[in-house]
């Protein structure tokens, strides 16, 4: 089974005019417990997807609206990979003897580029061991935790992956370091896709709420997009503009278990977008998390201005997401 398998709707049909397109982004707030989680886990690890790992864990569903009968239907869910989300005691150990054997190698490699040292290399290099900030580091000190979060179309037959939305370290941490501020970095990447979708948080001294923006490549143009946090709300708000032109809004909810928001976008050529409406959503599904994902950028700066770059592990995932596509094989 192809991995996107329904019609994406990013052209006209005819002259249908557009619609509105409303979801509600259900995120639970335990989901391990939670009386659904079962149920859905069991659907997800038997679909016909490699996009649905082991260590994966639903964490939520989303709701579609019907623009003519108004009527709700369970469209989606949303799983986390909870290895790099929520890794244990043992994932980061495991960690942490990766880097101190990778810091043994090296300053081996500095005393002598290879074969077996003397025995007065070895205690040379005994020495610096012992005095290595490596070497004496605990596990509790390492930084590993990133949000990976996808979507996933259900329906009783099939199951298929609709995109993912990640969290990317790297430009958080210069982004960070050079405006004074913890600012989130996320990709999102969608089936049958040309361009991936960077959306990067950005700093402006006199305003506090939060402010994303992001390119949308559709219809072979690039649609620049803003999502502007509300000064005043009960919840999460955010306005989503196009060209300096409102077209929707997310409206979190504040009284709510989890982190539950509504996802509206009015008529135009990108509510029809089925890709768009799947990226709003997966953004919409972060936003519980951006607070634990900024108070891991704080670690993870305040390791990086200390000297100590080793506290910040960036995972092997990430860094393919970096590799040069022109580069010469």
């Given at each position: 089974?192809?991995?996107?398998?329904?019609?994406?709707?990013?052209?006209?049909?005819?002259?249908?005019?557009?619609?509105?397109?409303?979801?509600?982004?259900?995120?639970?707030?335990?989901?391990?417990?939670?009386?659904?989680?079962?149920?859905?886990?069991?659907?997800?690890?038997?679909?016909?997807?490699?996009?649905?790992?082991?260590?994966?864990?639903?964490?939520?569903?989303?709701?579609?609206?019907?623009?003519?009968?108004?009527?709700?239907?369970?469209?989606?869910?949303?799983?986390?990979?909870?290895?790099?989300?929520?890794?244990?005691?043992?994932?980061?150990?495991?960690?942490?003897?990766?880097?101190?054997?990778?810091?043994?190698?090296?300053?081996?490699?500095?005393?002598?580029?290879?074969?077996?040292?003397?025995?007065?290399?070895?205690?040379?290099?005994?020495?610096?061991?012992?005095?290595d900030c490596v070497m004496q580091m605990d596990a509790g000190a390492i930084e590993k935790r990133r949000l990976v979060l996808k979507l996933f179309k259900t329906s009783n037959e099939r199951t298929s992956w609709c995109g993912t939305i990640e969290q990317i370290t790297t430009s958080e941490i210069h982004n960070s370091i050079g405006t004074g501020k913890s600012l989130l970095s996320m990709v999102v990447m969608l089936p049958r896709s040309e361009c991936v979708t960077y959306i990067q948080q950005n700093h402006r001294t006199f305003r506090i709420p939060s402010l994303f923006t992001f390119a949308f490549y559709h219809d072979g143009r690039m649609q620049h997009v803003v999502l502007k946090r509300r000064w005043i709300s009960v919840g999460a708000d955010y306005e989503i503009e196009v060209g300096g032109k409102s077209i929707g809004e997310i409206d979190g909810r504040l009284f709510s278990f989890g982190s539950d928001s509504y996802l509206d976008l009015d008529p135009s050529e990108l509510s029809e977008n089925r890709k768009f409406v799947d990226l709003m959503t997966l953004f919409t599904a972060s936003i519980g998390y951006h607070k634990a994902m900024r108070k891991s950028i704080d670690r993870r700066v305040k390791a990086t201005l200390c000297g100590d770059a080793h506290c910040h592990v960036i995972e092997d995932e990430e860094i393919r997401l970096l590799h040069n596509g022109r580069a010469a094989a």
């Open positions: 089974m192809s991995d996107n398998s329904e019609v994406e709707g990013d052209t006209h049909m005819g002259t249908k005019e557009p619609q509105q397109r409303r979801r509600y982004v259900d995120m639970w707030a335990l989901p391990g417990i939670h009386p659904s989680n079962v149920e859905l886990l069991q659907k997800l690890k038997t679909a016909d997807t490699n996009h649905f790992t082991t260590n994966m864990d639903v964490v939520g569903t989303v709701s579609e609206q019907d623009p003519e009968s108004g009527d709700w239907e369970k469209s989606h869910m949303l799983g986390l990979r909870t290895d790099v989300w929520k890794a244990d005691k043992a994932e980061m150990e495991d960690a942490l003897d990766v880097l101190q054997n990778q810091r043994r190698t090296e300053l081996k490699r500095q005393i002598k580029k290879s074969g077996r040292l003397s025995r007065k290399q070895q205690k040379q290099l005994d020495e610096q061991l012992a005095e």
